[in-house]
């Protein structure tokens, strides 16, 4: 009987939301190129008129959405201070079919940064 123990790691989930106002920017000029598991950048925007802890998602320089306002406020207070490295976001699922407001759910996880060994 094998009797390894595996060591304890905490999981590196920090937030997941379905990506908000897709249907009001430019989502729909590279719909065909969002997959799952594909890379999006978290952009904190300090001059939104409407939430000043406003974080947008970009997809290749195109923004596609936002964050949900619920979820911003510790994404942005770490943007702000400069540690948009800290973060990993990635398309979880990918619903075309849905409302444009449930078409594309975001999970953002901490990067591992550890050297292997």
């Known amino acids: 009987m094998d009797k390894t123990v595996s060591k304890y790691e905490p999981s590196r989930h920090f937030a997941d939301f379905h990506l908000a106002g897709f249907a009001y920017y430019d989502g729909l000029d590279v719909i065909e190129e969002l997959e799952l598991g594909q890379r999006v950048d978290l952009v904190r ?47 979880q699922t990918v619903s075309k079919d849905s409302h444009p407001e449930r078409q594309f759910r975001i999970v953002v996880k901490i990067k591992d940064n550890r050297k292997e060994k």
């Open 45 to 91: 925007e300090e001059d939104n008129p409407y939430d000043q802890d406003a974080v947008a998602i970009y997809y290749k320089g195109k923004k596609i959405g936002y964050v949900p306002a619920i979820h911003t406020k510790p994404l942005s207070t770490f943007l702000y201070y400069g540690y948009e490295n800290l973060f990993e976001a990635r398309i």
